[in-house]
């Protein structure tokens, strides 16, 4: 079976250092983060928390799809870590935006789901200008890899701390880092629509999905995978497809070249 073991002391110091070294070579005077009460955004606070950098927190529910745990547990990270925090109810900027585009919430639920996710990123943005700062994402590898993830929406971002982990290893990492269960143990969702779950969409847990990953990136074809996993054929080729789907989300854009 696959090894995601962890040496979370030698991540920490090692991502720290990248941080601080990232804000000295840049002239950076602040780092912005928008923190959802989820895993992945939990972690980069805490990492950011050690950072030797100004930092500010951005919450940005949106009213009837964000669970008021989800606040709370944001709200809670903030003020264990002391840092500067921003709340914004973005409904408002979404509905207009809804209004003036003509959305119909039922048939375009994606399409509003990702204005969503670029109207967060425009935020962090604004006070990440504002502020003299940079906007830290918050993507792991599994969601790169997968394109699990908004073009120009939370994949807008400066730097990404820990997108060098897998999912399953970002859990290992925020136990290490003292991040409540609550936050752990909740299922992983972008919370662009009511109920919206990452297992429904992706079609099985992030387990899964990270073995096939890591298993796909030392060479292994689906058959073998499969083979040795357990998982089904179907559900290997489906990882392996999105990986192949989402590969523009992780380039640059394309240019003309005419000479």
Known sequence: MENFNLD????????V????????????????LGVSGGIDSAVCAYLLAKADIRKIFVIMP?????????????????NILNAETICIEIN???EKFTKILNFDEKHDKKAIGNLTAR????????VANKNSGIVCGTGDKSEILIGY??????GGCDILP????????????AKHLGISEKITAKKSSPRLWKNQKARDEIGMDYDKTDKILMMREKGMNADKISEKTGISIENVEKIFEMNKAGQHKRNLPVGFKFF
Do not use: H, W
């Open 8 to 15: 979370c002391e030698k991540f920490e110091e090692k991502c």
């Open 17 to 32: 250092k990248f941080i601080n070294d990232y804000v000295k070579q840049n002239k950076i005077k602040c780092i912005v």
């Open 62 to 78: 949106i009213k009837g799809i964000t669970p008021d745990n989800d606040i709370e547990d944001a709200k809670e990270i903030s």
């Open 92 to 94: 408002p900027l979404v």
């Open 119 to 126: 109207v967060r990123m425009s935020i962090l943005y604004a």
């Open 149 to 154: 993830f908004t073009k120009y929406g939370d």
């Open 162 to 173: 820990i997108a060098g982990l897998y999912k399953t290893q970002v859990k290992i990492l």
